[in-house]
């Protein structure tokens, strides 16, 4: 099976500019789920999306959003660019399913974003 | 809210040694899941180890073992005979067993502890 893909895997943008990232689950797997990544503030969860509806949202501001489409693949956007946005963001599928191994989270190799 | 603690930035150990990583986790959840993650300097987070809080045993995926203490909310990861390929970012998450009300689909993680292998 494939695994988790993102694309792309670096970008570079400046301050105001808005951006899209992309997340294609491995096959099979209907949740899909967002992390910022930082030296200072570590992994923090984004949102997590399954079968095209958002079920949880972590404290982040209203310019991070997200979708989930038919084919599970995500995209996550955000708007009005700051430099503190600058991260690795990585998306996480898992089959999101009951049980315990359905809701492992398999991660892809992450976009690095520069928020100059 | 949950949160997960590695107390230990870094750490080392000789190539062929065995290394103990700490982590430790505050929650008033009675059932969860645990994960110990590795992140090596191309980025790719890889699961290693994976715990459910209602089984006594101790989990094991071959070098990697763990120590699993639910009363003192205590999941240290033991890795025996250490390899280079071994040297990554480790990360303990906890994830809740609980999935009403849309807010625990998602992994709590800890700051991570950056381990080096010497040869």
């Known amino acids: 099976k494939a695994g988790v893909t993102q694309t792309p895997r670096y970008l570079i943008k400046t301050r105001g500019q808005q951006v899209t990232l992309s997340c294609s689950p491995i096959s099979g797997h209907r949740s899909v789920s967002w992390y910022q990544q930082t030296p200072g503030q570590g992994l923090q969860f984004l949102f997590e999306y399954f079968s095209e509806t958002q079920r949880n949202k972590g404290n982040f501001p209203g310019r991070f959003s997200g979708r989930q489409f038919s084919n599970s693949r995500s995209e996550m956007n955000v708007s009005t660019l700051e430099l503190g946005d600058s991260a690795l963001y990585l998306c996480?599928?898992?089959?999101?399913?009951?049980?315990?191994?359905?809701?492992?989270?398999?991660f892809g190799p992450g976009t690095r974003l520069t928020v100059l | 809210a949950q949160t997960v603690t590695q107390s230990q930035p870094e750490m080392s150990v000789q190539e062929a040694e065995t290394v103990t990583l700490s982590c430790t986790y505050d929650t008033s959840e009675s059932d969860y899941y645990l994960f110990w993650y590795k992140q090596p300097p191309s980025r790719q987070m890889i699961l290693v180890i994976r715990q459910e809080a209602y089984k006594q045993q101790n989990a094991t995926e071959n070098r990697f073992s763990v120590n699993f203490q639910k009363a003192a909310k205590s999941f240290s990861l033991k890795i025996s005979d250490s390899q280079l390929g071994d040297a990554a970012m480790y990360f303990c998450?906890?994830?809740?067993?609980?999935?009403?009300?849309?807010?625990?689909?998602?992994?709590?993680f800890g700051k991570g502890t950056l381990l080096t292998v010497n040869p």
């Open positions: 998450a906890y994830r809740s067993a609980f999935v009403s009300g849309g807010s625990n689909y998602k992994l709590t």
């Open positions: 996480a599928s898992s089959a999101g399913t009951v049980g315990f191994r359905a809701y492992e989270q398999f």
